[in-house]
């Protein structure tokens, strides 16, 4: 009794102390064990990188590299295929750098274009009810979004390119064109005094046509009245600039290519490199573009269209009020992504020595200097910018995009 | 006076022109102007363009011989691939250690086939060996060493075997670290997210061939002196890092799909973090992922053939190297054709798998 008397004080005691649930140990308290888990998860990536820092320090220092990006001062000393800004072999390290970017930025710009309009036919080719067109775009799409791009890349430069003729047997066209295993010349655009007046007409047409639409709006509001914005839009687009570049009397010639010896003179030549590069990515990406578009324009469901239709609009109207709208929310975000995909696949260039970033500054630049770290480290945190800028037109794009629901 | 009867006459036939061949011709070619003209255009173009393809691949061809000589009608020169047949697919192993990749190949297409095939039982088993197991196996089959086989060593290996290798292990080794990184980025730990998000976001914002830069020239400088990784490490560390990437995305995916009700019912039976993952949500979440999966699967299979830029010889770099030699200079339309199809012949089959694994999930709504 005695002893069992004791033990229930003693339990009372016990309680009395801590009248709530006993707590439980620290690693069974969920915010507490998450707490620990951080810290350690923190300590050890710090150990990790301390670690690889440490022996990168210890590398580079037994092998005689400075660290630090010094060398970008320094003289390059070598040559680039092709260069949008100036540049030659005296200028510096970190010139080749924005070269190689300008590079980059142009295949990419270029393929981007010509992807997307391409992507876009094929995509509505797809649809059609002409089913010999259908199936053509089929086997289109499923054959080159199936094959690697980089196979097709070095396909175009390595096999087909050398195909075409010497310079002094060119294709022609018009005597302004010439299509030869060097390259495509184009006659190049020489401006003159006074050009910058057409260039403002062009600024001026693009204000006055986002006024112009502006009113177009409020007066629909008010009236009720349609007013043809589009081809008003076209005909100031086009017809602003082109008075004005006639009435300061044409300051704009042409610079035509000629064949001097081997090879040609003056005109602008898109190097065979740039042409097999442009060429594939925009096949490669038009086809899973074409598939956006596709899956863009199916996903508007059939009550939609038929909606509009007893409302009253017309086809085309359907077409611009209700059909595209809907569809390029599907499609924009989705195309974006591709674009992003053309961006970080230009780095291919390198395979076929077409001048972009990873080309002249990862490579070139990179096996004249060995700055190893620096040159990487650069070269990623471009593209991770350019990603990063993409992602936040996306994010601005859904948020903006996004249906409000009831 | 009326002519009343009971039964409906029949109705007449539909008119000629709008069936059979006729018919079919008339809806889906030449019903309009525009779509006449367009069929009229695409025939030409493709008429002008099959012709002499097919001219070219198959009617002039050259199929038989051992050297470039016998290539002599003008057409394509299937004799350069099918010279070149075992280098294509072994690389430079040698001739004598075929078997080996061979007997790999074989354990990987009975696994693959029974885990395709509905109705063949221990399905967890076999995924089990063919995650865990199986590449144990393939690895003393291809590098040798162990169990009295003959070392070779991994600068011999080529062709469409490394291709696969580095497919399948960079696929493998990325989806244990693609789940863990996907289910980091869902957690309710603020530092665990943000470095698993900065992780993915890295990998994913720059390109594969910088990530492979990266591995083959910076590896080296980050780990101790002494300690070395021969290139196709190296190629495979960095494949499999940017594969976890995208992987992690892929599985995040599944992870959003399962409805919340079901996370609450494995907390409310008292499960743990890791068993309700385990028990619970994984086994739901990588079910529904399977066509990403395969997704991925593709577009990392076309991106092996990136490692050629730093010095391995997959299928595309070793049919390069071939056309490259002095005795068979001139025949790269005929390599790089036969890589496109072989690139082909894969990436279509897996799509098309997985648009039939996409088709029986979908069980409608």
Redesign the interface.
Known sequence: MADNKATDSSDMSSQSASPSPAKPPFWNDPDKRALIFQVVLLAGLFLLFAFLFNNTLSNLDKRGINTGFGFLSNTAGFGISQTLIAYDETSSFGRTFLVGLTNTLLVAALAIVAATLLGFLVGVGRLSKNWLLSKVTLVYIETFRNIPLLLQIVFWYMAIIPLLPMPRNSHSLAEAFFLNRRGLEMPAPVTEAGFNLTLWAVAAAILAIIGLKRWAKIRQDKTGQIFPVFWTSVAILIGLPLLVFLLTGRPLHWDLPALKGFNFNGGLTIIPELAALWLALTIYTAAFIAEIVRSGIQSVIKGQIEAAASLGLRPRRTLQLVVIPQAMRVIIPQLTSQYLNIVKNSSLAVAIAYPDLVAVFAGTTLNQTGQAVEIIFMTMLVYLSISLLISLFMNWYNRRMALIER | MAIITQNASPDLPPPSSDIGLKGWLKQ??F?NAL?SA??IM??IA?LAMLIPLVRWAFIDADWLGTTREDCTSGGACWVFVSVHFNQFMYGLYPATEYWRINLAGFILVLTLLALMIRGVPGKKYITLFALLIFPIIVFYLFAGGRFGLEPVETSLWGGLSLTLVLAIVGIVASLPLGILLALGRRS?????RA?CVAFI??W???????VL??AS??L??????GMNFDKLIRALVGIVLFQSAYMAEVIRGGLQAIPKGQYEAAQALGLSYWQSMYKVILPQALKLVIPGIVNTF?SLF??T??V??IGLFDL?GII?AAFSNPDWLGY??EG?AF??LV??IF??GM?RYSQSVERKLNTGY
Do not use: H
Request: hydrophobic share 60%.
């Open positions: 889906n070619l019903s779509n367009i069929t695409l025939l493709l309710d730990m603020p530092i665990v470095v976001e890295i994913r914002g720059v390109p594969l061939i910088t830069f990266m020239v910076m080296p400088l980050f780990l101790p002196e593709i076309k991106d053939t990136l050629m830029i595309l390069q790269s339309i790089y890589a496109a690139f082909w990436c279509f799509s």
